[in-house]
């Protein structure tokens, strides 16, 4: 039986690290020939029509407002206090209404489109909203409200199967523990026939078959809470590519200050940046050194030799390839970006599976694995370890084992798109 090339991408859940990759996925897939829907929440309409504007291959995204009604149940979830969480649904149907941004992007050859769906309603459609921020050394955690964030996406996967010509073929990117994964996906009446799992956590599944594991052979945790996960396939990180997403470059004033001299670039994730300016305050000024600290914003006067860059940089491929150290989050895309730029760096973990990430990269001789939490309690550790590194005064990282994992993290990497191809080719045509 021929594949229909046609996939619904759910992308309804998690940061903007979760959701790149499966923006690129889309856009790769459209490129392909692939009819593609991705439903996703408001937060990352901007992100993503920015990316679409500058990618290569496309037409000019023609927007449109729905109007749509959807009718969904009442949800109520327990949070895992003793237990695992648990969802429990009511059997009466109520209307809900929402007003959906929709962007319909051609492919210059004509061959594939992309259809991207930001739906909003009274409520928030942003999984953020029911989740409370994440503190040091712990994850954020969801609300006893985040029944209400399933129902409204329930209802708007229903409004939209009624109006849109969505494809029966699901992907999706949800991050959470498998387990979770299955109560939320029957909330939210849909079944994903493949997952794409982002983060490490998703190498202790115990079902694989059904799962893609967009992670790194080399930088991936052998051991996830005592399981060897060693054996699970790794089908390299899942990156932009730049025949796609053509390098932008960088602002001048950012390529002003890494070209004046050597520099470190501090960048955290999505769920960490709130601590950026703790961490600028305990870096002490240099004359020997400089820091850029990106998605930074504060009214404090900035300490000599520090520039603060406000909002994120489009190209950090650019910044890392211009500066001599890379100081970030720990997160899989920035941890697998920071080693195939080949530069060493330092991880300020802020959660378990980026303290995870951090003790690998470390054992491997890649970089220098800090908590957050024990930085802001005493940096002298964290601030020696960048002032020897530029001094040179000790050998801090491997320099054969960081060209190495560059090598092998780019291979990996080119493969993962195509490889993600050919297997949703083997599912569509199953189907």
């Known amino acids: 039986m021929a594949a229909s090339k046609a996939v619904c991408i759910m992308a309804n859940m998690g940061t903007l690290g979760d959701f790149k990759p499966a923006m690129v996925t889309a856009a790769h897939l459209a490129l392909q020939g692939w009819r593609v829907s991705v439903l996703a929440q408001p937060k990352d309409k901007d992100y993503t029509m920015q990316k679409m504007s500058t990618a290569v291959g496309f037409e000019q995204a023609v927007e449109t407002e ?67 921020a994440s503190e040091p050394n712990k994850a954020a955690v ?140 305990v870096l002490p000024g240099s004359d020997a050194y400089q820091v850029l600290f990106v998605n930074a914003a504060s009214r404090e006067p900035v300490k000599a030799g520090h520039l603060r860059y406000p909002a994120p940089l ?11 150290l890379v100081i970030h989050g720990g997160g899989v895309g920035i941890s697998e970006q920071a080693v195939r730029s080949g530069k060493p760096s330092i991880c300020l973990s802020s959660m378990v599976e980026q303290e995870l990430n951090g003790a690998r990269l470390e054992a491997l001789g890649l970089a220098k694995h800090f908590k957050i939490a024990s930085v802001l309690e ?34 990996e990497s080119a493969l993962a798109l195509p490889a993600l191809v050919e297997h949703l080719l083997k599912i569509s045509a199953q189907a």
């Not at 941004?101 to 259809?115: H, M, N, Q, W």
């Not at 029944?147 to 073929?169: C, I, T």
């Open 142 to 281: 969801k609300k006893d409200t985040f029944g209400n964030f399933l129902g409204l996406w329930q209802g708007a996967v229903d409004a939209l199967r009624q109006q849109e010509d969505l494809p029966d073929l699901v992907l999706t990117n949800c991050y959470d523990r498998e387990g979770n994964m299955g109560l939320f996906e029957k909330a939210m009446s849909y079944t994903s026939q493949l997952k794409i799992r982002v983060g490490h956590l998703g190498l202790g599944d115990a079902e694989l078959t059904d799962k893609w594991h967009a992670n790194s052979s080399l930088l991936a945790p052998q051991k996830l809470f005592g399981k060897d996960v060693a054996a699970v396939t790794k089908r390299g990180v899942i990156v932009e590519p730049q025949t796609i997403f053509p390098a932008e470059g960088l602002p001048t004033v950012v390529a002003a200050f890494l070209a004046a001299k050597p520099s470190a670039i501090v960048v955290l994730s999505s769920v960490s940046k709130q601590w950026t300016s703790a961490i600028e305050n």
């Open 378 to 411: 005493d940096g002298f550790g964290f601030c020696s370890t960048v002032q020897d590194f530029f001094e040179g005064s000790i050998e801090l990282f491997d320099d054969v084992a960081v060209l190495s994992a560059q090598r092998q993290v780019g291979q």
């Open 66 to 132: 729905l109007q749509l009604v959807g009718s969904c149940q009442e949800h109520v979830f327990h949070p895992p206090v003793g237990c695992p969480p648990k969802v429990v649904t009511a059997e009466v149907f109520h209307p809900v209404s929402y007003i959906c941004k929709k962007a319909s992007i051609g492919t210059v050859s004509g061959e594939g489109r992309l259809v991207l769906y930001f739906p909003t309603a009274d409520q928030a459609m942003d999984e953020e909203a029911y989740q409370t």
């Open 314 to 324: 489009a190209d950090l491929d650019a910044a890392f390839a211009a500066a001599s």
